[in-house]
């Protein structure tokens, strides 16, 4: 029978999937006051030779945690910086073409990475490009990170060192147990059969049963007037009105050019831009911002340009702005206003109510401003917190980060750093991103004051509570002794039934504790019922291999479950719509293929 605190600990796992799955209470109150009936339990009723206390609030100070917030930051220093815009707007090409083939070149790439390099960092690699991706696109994030993240997990088991989890099943079972070590590429073929097997439900079925949801704030429905100044690197250069529009997209709409005062309408066949010419378009915010990317345009003169980028020292926003009834902007142009000049700040667009500008009208700099009017304008914080009390305007919530793509190269450098010291395991991947995340700080990717802009209260509660959780089914010996009963119970049965139940046993155990716990305990109880059905070890032992990477069905089984929680909008139950159908697929599958393989 298993002890006292083993039945507690098996109870309390039990309730607190329960109530994750019935989601009525918010995951950090269920992981909070998991952690504290835990050293509640431990302080009345000690853990002989345990420090109860250190197991229920250990998880804060652990270093999956520390982990777990670092690469959030590093993610944060790629998105600030703009460091994945190239890589963004490939990807953007592709998905827009066909959502259906970008989704499967995306899968296919992501696990063909895991294979080779740890399954956490492949993960910050792409998560910051499929955020930007659904910005762009509109197509929701929730419905892609769940599934790459998933295709990340089935790379990862395909070798050896695909994961931390692979080479410590190979090595307790080659060290401690007496097996001949496996080689590198020795299971690849069983875990990329059952791969593609189940690539077309991550493609196809997955995707539907997850909910709609992007992380990224939905944009302001405004649509500015603009203008898109030509210079001598602008791609629009020799252009007709007509190619700028084909050039920029459909988004915006391009009404016509100025050259020298003199207006030229959109359908003018025979205007070629010159450099200093200006184009009137109109557009949200995001559309506007891709013009002037495609068109290697600027949205404000280039001099004031420049000099909103030196005054802001590379931190600046983009914020809306609201021409109030008691401002002294009102009856004003933006020119006679010297937005510029006293706050070094750049008008790049204005939207009028009810209303639409006269697009004969050359410059909107010269409208006069009337009540309700909103400018876009681009600087530092705190310029325009001074525009806002000198001039009596409202700037608005929601105001969007410039990315400093200065510090670009500074970011990949330090992320491709971290990925290759823990791809290489030179140092662990909690050492490499602890320094990666310092690094980030010390050259600026990444702003100390906003570090808390990268974490997430849910997540860090959440890793802490599954830490503490996984700690005490070891310490109180609850999995040893549902491992010992799983053995028992498998002594009558044939081999093949037995590596089926071996690998849900540990699927069951590292999705509810961790895959450690999973491949510590399943390990030995693999190689022990090998022994009692006369069998060869080694196919037993990748079915414990196995079930430890089938980690899919909740947020806890994983690290990088957790990372994709909360950008991906997911709930408990979430995971086990969309990865308790993957985990029997994978389960099916890879027992068959292993039976088939060593003729069991």
């Known amino acids: 029978m298993p002890s006292p605190h083993a039945i507690a600990v098996i109870l309390l796992a039990i309730g607190m999937f329960v109530l994750f799955a019935q989601g009525r209470l918010r995951v950090e109150v269920i992981c909070l006051v998991l952690i504290a009936l835990l050293a509640l339990g431990f302080y009345f009723f000690p853990l002989e030779g345990r420090n109860g206390m250190e197991i229920a609030f250990g998880g804060f100070g652990h270093e999956a945690l520390i982990t777990i917030c670092a690469l959030m930051i590093l993610g944060r220093g790629l998105v600030t910086t703009g460091a994945l815009e190239p890589a963004s707007q490939l990807l953007v090409r592709l998905w827009s073409y066909s959502t259906p083939l970008g989704m499967l070149v995306s899968l296919v790439l992501a696990a063909g990475m895991s294979m080779f390099v740890n399954d956490t960092p492949v993960l910050v690699l792409t998560m910051p490009l499929l955020l930007n991706l659904s910005a762009k696109t509109g197509y929701p994030a929730s419905r892609t990170l769940m599934p790459i993240n998933f295709a990340i997990l089935i790379g990862g088991m395909a070798t050896t060192i695909g994961t931390s989890t692979n080479l410590l099943v190979v090595s307790l079972a080659s060290e401690n147990l007496g097996m001949e070590r496996f080689g590198m590429f020795e299971f690849t073929d069983v875990a990329l059969v059952a791969g593609l097997i189940a690539l077309p439900y991550l493609w196809l079925v997955m995707p539907r049963l997850l909910p709609a949801y992007n992380s990224v704030a939905e944009e302001s429905p405004r649509r500015f007037s603009a203008s898109l100044f030509v210079d001598h690197g602008s791609s629009v250069v020799d252009m007709t009105l007509a190619e700028v529009r084909d050039r920029i997209g459909d988004g915006p709409e391009v009404f016509g050019a100025t050259r020298r005062y003199t207006h030229f309408r959109r359908s003018n066949p025979t205007i070629r831009l010159q450099p200093g010419d200006v184009v009137q378009i109109e557009g ?59 706050y070094s700040a750049a008008v790049i ?41 000198d001039q009596g ?68 509660v959440l890793v802490a509570a599954s830490i503490a959780l996984g700690r005490a089914m070891l310490e109180t010996g609850a999995a040893a002794w549902l491992g010992q009963a799983l053995a028992m119970g498998l002594e009558p049965v044939p081999p093949a039934v037995a590596l089926a139940a071996v690998m849900s046993f540990a699927a069951l155990i590292t999705n509810f504790s961790s895959n450690t716990a999973a491949a510590a305990v399943g390990t030995p109880i693999a190689v022990s019922i090998a022994e009692q059905l006369g069998v060869a070890p080694e ?20 690290q990088t479950n957790i990372l994709i929680m909360s950008a991906g909008g997911y709930q408990f139950k979430d995971y086990v719509r969309a990865g308790l159908p993957l985990v029997i697929i994978m389960v099916v599958t890879l027992s068959i293929l292993l039976v088939a393989k060593y003729d069991l």
């Open 284 to 342: 949200s915010l995001s559309e506007l911002r891709h013009a002037a990317d495609r068109a290697k345009g600027h949205l404000a003169h280039p001099a004031i340009m420049r000099a909103t980028r030196s005054d802001a020292n590379d931190e600046q926003i983009i914020a809306e702005v609201v021409v109030g009834a008691d401002s002294s902007l009102l009856g004003q142009t933006i020119r006679s206003a010297q937005i510029a000049e006293r």
């Open 349 to 389: 667009g204005i939207f009028r109510p009810d209303r639409t500008f006269h697009h004969e009208v050359l410059d909107t700099n010269d409208e006069r401003l009337e009540v309700g009017d909103v400018l876009l304008i681009q600087g530092a914080p705190d310029r325009l917190k001074s525009l806002q009390v």
């Open 539 to 558: 196919p037993l032992v990748l079915a414990v291999l196995f079930g430890c990477n089938l980690c899919y069905a909740t947020p806890v089984a994983y």
């Open 393 to 460: 305007a409202m700037v608005l919530e929601g105001a969007a980060e410039i990315p400093r793509t200065v510090r670009a190269p500074a970011a990949i450098a330090i992320v491709a750093t971290v990925i290759t010291l823990a791809a290489l395991r030179i140092v662990p991947i909690s050492v490499a991103a602890l320094a990666g995340t310092i690094a980030m700080i010390v050259t600026g990717c990444v702003k100390f004051d906003r570090v808390g802009r990268a974490l997430n209260g849910e997540v860090i």
